[in-house]
Structure formats: C-alpha cells, structure tokens
C-alpha cells in the first residue's frame, strides 16, 4: 500500500488535490488507519488554529513567517493564510500524532538528533527578532484568550496547562503563538515589562526531546537566550534582556512548569 506523507493529507483535508487524486487519496485513507487518525488530528489541529487566528488582525502572514515556515514543513506550498494555517497545522498534528503512539510519523521524537537544541536556538532567535520587527503583532492569540490559550497548549503537551506568570518579575503576560522548528510544533508565551512591548519576552516548550539538560545561555541575533530540558521537554527563554536575568527568570519558572 502506498504511504501517504503529511504534505499529501494536508492538500487533501484543504481540498487543494485534483479530482482524480483526491479520489485516489480517498481511497488509500479509507484502507489506512493510521492516516485516518492523522487527517483525524489534521482536521483538529486546523480547527483549533483557525479559531485561534479568527481575529481580523490575523488575516495576514508576517514575511519571516511564512519563509520560516514554508522552510520547515512544505518548501514551495505555502501561498497566504490559508496554506499557513495549513502547514502549520500539519505540522501539529504530526506532533500530536507521534506522542498518541501506534503511527510513526517523518519527524518523530525517536529521530530527533543530538542538534536539535541548537537548532531550536537558531530558529527561536530568528522567529523572536523576525516578530519583533513587525509593527502590529498579528501572530499573536491575545492575553484576553489565556482561557483558549491553555486549552490549546495543553492539548499539543498532552499535560494540563496553566499560563505561567512573571508577574514577580515586572513582565506582563501578552499572548502566545505557534512557531515550527524541525516541521514540529514549538509553542511560545510572550511577557513584555510596561511600556516596552517592542522588546517582548519569549517562553518556548518543545515536547519530544529524549534527555534532560543542564540550563546554558547564548546569544544568537542579537538576542539572549537560556535553555534547558527535562522530563521529555525542552525550555527556551529569549529576550533582550541579560543573560543574569534569564536565569533567574528561569529559576522562577522552574516550580510552575514542574507539571510538564
């Protein structure tokens, strides 16, 4: 039987395939269990991120996100908002997928090699200087939805979610969103201090890595950021802010993500 990639089930649940393939796709999912349950997740996820950037002020795709994206999950099948949300969502639900268990997906954890955390330093610097760089912040689901926010987070970690705070600290929680590294979703919380929402915050969570490490600071970009891992996930702070600051802010954040 022939193996049906993300890329194929994402164009088929946007209806982008040609009648003849979309019959033959049809075909295959209805004899494939596990790409039912993906187109299953697929159509979920989309759900979930349609809702999420239902605002008007999300009907466009920052530039540095559509390359990054298109990048990482579907070179040259990214157009507008339509196959953003689409590409992203593939990507989510592969992750989702690969943590349900029973169906084996590209990118699984199991594949993750030893250079993913400095990939994902790479791609979260970039993301973070990229956003930064875009007057209105159309990326972002509002700090009015953390309600939706929780529920949407908790749902790609597989563990209940609650937002942390920073409120100690002086930063002010401002929204969240979805960012894609290694074709795998990498959600982020984004705190900015009074009066500088230009210069925000980033807190991103991977799930999948295998190993625990030690928390370490670099700068990439112009930007400071500190990681660690534990327990299945991998943290990253990124910020302008010094590398002092990211630690200590990790430290706080530590006892609130203990859940993970």
Known sequence: MAVLDDGTLAAFADGELDATTMRLVADLVARDPAAQEKLRLLHTSTGLLRAAFADPAFQQVPPGLAARVERAVSPGR??????????????????????????????????????????????????????????????????????????????????????????????????????????????QLLYSYPGQPGRPLGLCISAGTPRSEALRTVRREGVNLALWGRGGYTFVLVGWVGTNTLTTLAGDLRPQLSTL
């Open 78 to 187: 990214i157009g507008g908002r339509r196959r953003f949300v689409g590409a992203v969502a593939t990507a989510l639900a592969a992750g989702v997928v690969g943590f349900a268990g029973g169906v084996t997906v590209d990118r699984g954890p199991a594949r993750l090699h030893p250079g993913f955390s400095d990939r994902l330093l790479n791609e979260v610097a970039g993301y973070h200087v990229a956003y930064a760089q875009v007057a209105t912040p159309l990326d972002e689901v509002p700090a009015r939805k953390t309600a939706q926010i929780e529920a949407w987070f908790g749902g790609l970690l597989h563990r209940p979610f609650r937002v942390p705070t920073l409120a100690g600290a002086g930063l002010v929680f401002r929204g969240a969103r979805l960012l894609v590294v290694d074709g795998r979703p990498v959600t």
